[in-house]
Structures are given as C-alpha cells and as structure tokens.
C-alpha cells in the first residue's frame, strides 16, 4: 500500500488471505514518496518468490500501475477511500490503464480490498489444493449464513 493511511482499508485484504490460510507478506510502498522502494520491490517481486500483488492507494494513485509496469506477476489495484474526493480518484486513477499493461482494479474501499484478497487466493487456488479447499469452504459458509427470511432483530 501507498501509506499507513491505507491500511485500515487493506486490512481486509490482508484479514482474508488469514482467513484462508495463504502466506502473505504486507509493506509500505509509496510510488510518490518512496519510488525506490516501489522500483525495487516490483523489479525483485517474482524471483523473490511473490505470485502476485495486491497494491492499493488513494488519490493519485499511481502505484497499481506503476508496479505493473515493473513485474509479470497479476497486479490486483485497490482504490482507497481518499478524503477529498471519496475514492472516485484513486479509482479512475488505477483502473485506466493503457492496453498492455494489466491492472485487475477492483471496488472502492472495504468491499474491494476484500475481493482483492478473494482473487489473488483464486489465482493461487488453481495451483493449490490446500488453497482450493479453503476457498470453497469460505463459499459454502458465505451461502449457509444467508437466511431464507429477513429477521427484526
Ligand atoms: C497515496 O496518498 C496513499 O496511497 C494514500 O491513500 C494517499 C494519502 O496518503 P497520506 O497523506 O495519508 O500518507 O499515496
């Protein structure tokens, strides 16, 4: 993520790779204030041994595309709930990519850090079983939690 600002929204990247038991590794990489940092981060990702990346930001956020300019590995890109202008900018920020150079941009705020974490187990789930079974499992308790009827409690 760009900042510490960000991680009350990327947490829930991070809560749901727990939940299904997927290694993660969580930084501060800011492509405004810290580019080396990004630079050399994206351009070690893959021998390091990372398979794929989720990045999210606010405002200008330009590190989701930046860091795909610099790896091979599927970026997923998070918009982050800026203050000024609700995450609409952080949004078109990521998701208006040139062709060629793929950032996967999901939801605004909680609910695509969420699905972020959900895809990039998705991804890992088609080269492990382990991740599978839990991925479905998560499915399956998501369904069994919907009621047939809405309560007034
Ligand atoms: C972006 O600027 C970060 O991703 C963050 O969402 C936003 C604001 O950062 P702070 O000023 O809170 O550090 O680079």
């Known amino acids: 993520m760009g900042s510490q600002s960000d ?19 969580v930084r501060i990489v800011s492509a405004h204030r ?3 940092r990004m630079y050399e981060f994206a351009k070690s990702a ?17 590190l989701p595309g930046m860091t795909a300019a610099l790896t091979p590995l599927p970026v997923f890109g998070v918009p982050v709930e800026s203050r ?4 609409e900018d952080s949004l078109l920020s990521i998701v208006q990519m ?9 939801a605004i705020g909680k609910a695509g850090a969420t699905n972020a974490g959900l895809l990039a187990a998705a991804v890992l ?3 492990d079983t382990k991740i599978e079974a839990s991925l479905d499992a998560y499915r399956t308790n998501r369904t069994a939690a919907v009621a047939e009827r809405p309560s007034d409690d």
């Open 46 to 62: 893959k021998s390091e041994g990372f398979k794929v990346i989720i990045a999210g930001a606010g405002g200008a956020a330009h």
């Open 84 to 87: 000024a202008l609700s995450g």
């Open 98 to 106: 040139p062709g060629g150079i793929p950032v996967g941009t999901l």
């Open 7 to 25: 991680w009350t929204t990327m947490k829930h990247a991070a809560d749901v790779l727990d939940e299904l038991g997927v290694s993660h590794d």
């Open 34 to 36: 810290t580019p080396e």
């Open 125 to 127: 789930a088609l080269m």
